[in-house]
C-alpha cells in the first residue's frame, strides 16, 4: 500500500476540546481512526502524527523528503509565520496537500497569511475534520496522474 503521511501542528492534539465551535467536537484520537479509515479506502497507509514542536515537524517533511513520501499537511499556527517549514516543504518531491479544518481566510486577519500554500501542490480548509478526507483523496488522485 502507498504510504502517506498526515503531519498535524501545535493545538491540534487537543480537538475536541480546543474551541470546538471553530474546530468541532471530533477529537484528535478519532480523527487518527477516521484518517486511517479514510486512506484504507483509498488504498492509502496514513501514517498520523502531530507534534506541537517545529523542529520535530522540520524533522518529519525532511524525512518525506528523503523517502519521496506524498503528504498532508496541517501546520496550524505555522501557516502563518513559519518560514522553516515553508523551506522543508519546498524541498518535498511526492505531492504536498495543506489542510485546515477552518478556513483561515474568513478568520482574523494574522490567519490570513499563509506561507506554506505558495509550496504545496494544494490547499483544503473550511470543510471541518472533512478536509483530512479530501486532503486524502487529492493525494489519490495526484499519485494516479
Ligand atoms: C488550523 C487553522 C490555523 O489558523 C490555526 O492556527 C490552527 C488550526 C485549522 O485546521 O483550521 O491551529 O490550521
Not at 8 to 18: A, E, H, I, K
Not at 80 to 104: G, R, T
Request: negative net charge; charged residues 20%.
Amino acid at each position: 500500500m502507498q504510504r502517506v503521511l498526515v503531519l498535524n501542528g501545535p493545538n491540534l492534539g487537543r480537538l475536541g476540546s480546543r474551541e470546538p465551535e471553530v474546530y468541532g467536537n471530533v477529537e484528535y484520537d478519532d480523527l487518527v481512526g477516521r484518517c486511517a479509515a479514510w486512506g484504507a479506502e483509498l488504498g492509502l497507509e496514513v501514517d498520523m502524527r502531530q507534534t506541537d514542536d517545529e523542529a520535530e515537524l522540520v524533522g518529519w517533511l525532511h524525512q518525506a523528503t528523503d523517502d519521496a513520501t506524498p503528504v498532508v499537511l496541517n501546520a496550524a499556527a505555522f501557516t502563518h509565520y513559519s518560514y522553516a517549514l515553508h523551506d522543508a516543504c519546498a524541498q518535498l518531491k511526492a505531492p504536498l496537500v495543506e489542510v485546515h479544518i477552518s478556513n483561515p481566510g474568513r478568520r482574523e486577519e494574522f490567519r490570513h497569511t499563509n506561507v506554506i500554500a505558495s509550496v504545496a501542490t494544494g490547499s483544503i480548509s473550511g470543510f471541518g475534520v472533512d478536509s483530512y478526507a479530501l486532503a486524502l483523496r487529492a493525494v489519490r488522485a495526484l499519485l494516479a496522474r
